[in-house]
């Protein structure tokens, strides 16, 4: 069955730092994939889609990488504020909806 | 201002008693689903809408049942509540079933 991995430990870092968060998804190939942002007790905000051509996909402080031949899609926060401090989930895109991952929370501590 | 409103936001019941969670969007949005999050499970699809009059099941549809009459609203309606259906309730809205999802606050439905 299809399989979607996050990092359900915490990650830690300092302000400044950049965070990297990984989702990786087995048994099936997802044509694009979208990363969410969630806050306490809130409705996930969408972030940003890149698809399967795209190797690397850039908003300001966000960049997403896809790798189909790894599975993997990494999250990249530069420049990390404590205001990055949420949960991220990713959303492969599968058969015929998206299926999200359960998220990974950052804290970014000043 | 472009948004899903969903009502109520908190909700206890006792076992067995009908509810309806309300949902509507203001965008025109072709697609419309219901989801339901718990922790360690992530979010789980229940119900979905490709448009007027057209619903179908999600992963976890046992428990629920949903309609659209019109485009703008999705109600979610659980004809007998049990326990297990406790949890936080989101519906989202998008272009298509594929494009950025646009969530509602949230529904936390506590069932004792």
């Known amino acids: 069955s299809q399989k979607i991995e996050q990092n359900s430990e915490a990650l830690n870092i300092q302000e400044g730092k950049t965070a990297t968060l990984t989702c990786n998804y087995t048994?099936?190939?997802?044509?694009?994939l979208q990363w969410y942002r969630q806050d306490p007790g809130r409705g996930p905000v969408f972030l940003l889609l890149?698809?399967?051509?795209?190797k690397e996909k850039r908003k300001e402080r966000l960049k997403v990488t896809f790798d189909t031949t790894l599975k993997q899609s990494l999250f990249h926060i530069t420049a990390s504020q404590p205001a990055d401090s949420a949960t991220y989930l990713c959303?492969?895109?599968?058969?015929?909806?998206?299926?999200f991952g359960t998220g990974t929370r950052l804290l970014v501590s000043p | 201002e472009a948004q899903v409103t969903q009502n109520p936001r908190y909700l206890i019941t006792v076992t067995g008693k009908k509810l309806t969670v309300t949902c509507s969007q203001n965008?025109?949005?072709?697609?419309m689903s219901w989801y339901r999050q718990d922790p360690g499970l992530g979010l789980r699809q229940i119900y979905y809408?490709?448009?007027?009059?057209?619903?179908d099941k999600g992963d976890v549809p046992e428990g629920y049942k949903v309609s659209r009459k019109e485009k703008r609203n999705f109600p979610l309606i659980l004809e007998s509540p049990s326990p297990n259906q406790t949890s936080l309730y989101f519906c989202?809205?998008?272009?298509?079933?594929?494009?950025?999802?646009?969530f509602g606050p949230g529904t936390r439905l506590t069932v004792l």
């Open positions: 989202a809205s998008s272009i298509d079933r594929g494009t950025e999802q646009f």
């Open positions: 965008m025109n949005h072709e697609y």
């Open positions: 048994n099936y190939s997802p044509a694009y």
């Open positions: 959303a492969p895109r599968g058969f015929q909806k998206l299926v």
């Open positions: 890149i698809r399967e051509n795209e």
């Open positions: 809408s490709m448009n007027v009059e057209v619903t």
